[in-house]
Structures are given as structure tokens and as C-alpha cells.
């Protein structure tokens, strides 16, 4: 089956991610790695002031959904955002909440 060109395999993964964005905290970490810029789970979770635990618990929600992506340098992991078209999404979420 195919909807406006996408199989019913691309349509469970775009709706898995959007699950995946649609908390809080995970729509509050998208903001902040909208710049483009990698952050780390210490920038993350002191940006928010959440714990370390909730921000990588989160985190690895995101990256498993393929929401976000995640490099290791040293001991540190650094996420960003997976594709940068989400950042329009995140743009869109941003001005409804705002409505």
C-alpha cells in the first residue's frame, strides 16, 4: 500500500518519531538542538534543569526512533538533530503552542 507516495513502512516510522517527540521534556530538547549545534546529555539536562538520568533517558528514546543522532568523542556523546527538515516541524509545533 502506498498514501501520497509513501509505503506503509515509511508512514510506521514517521509516526513512531512523532510519538517519540510528542513529550514535553523531548519537544523541549528538540528546541534546544534546533540551532544545528552538538550538545552533550551535561549541556542538555543543565539547559533544562532536569536530571542527568531523565535527559539521557530521553534522549535515547529520541535517538532510537531516529529522531536524533548521537557521536561519541572521548566519553562524551554529542546529539543533534537526524534530519534538518525536523527543525521545521519543531518550528510548526513552536508557533501552534504559541496560538
Do not use: W
Amino acid at each position: 500500500m502506498v498514501i501520497n507516495e509513501l509505503t506503509v513502512e515509511q508512514l510506521e516510522i514517521a509516526a513512531n518519531m512523532l510519538k517519540a517527540i510528542a513529550h514535553p521534556t523531548r519537544i523541549a530538547i528538540l528546541n534546544f538542538l534546533e540551532d544545528g549545534k552538538k550538545k552533550t546529555v551535561t549541556e542538555i539536562h543543565e539547559k533544562l534543569q532536569i536530571e542527568q538520568s531523565t535527559a539521557s533517558h530521553h534522549l535515547g528514546i529520541l535517538r532510537d526512533r531516529g529522531v536524533l543522532v548521537a557521536t561519541r568523542d572521548g566519553k562524551n556523546s554529542f546529539y543533534s538533530i537526524k534530519h534538518n527538515k525536523l527543525s521545521k516541524l519543531i518550528e510548526c509545533i513552536n508557533s501552534c503552542a504559541c496560538n
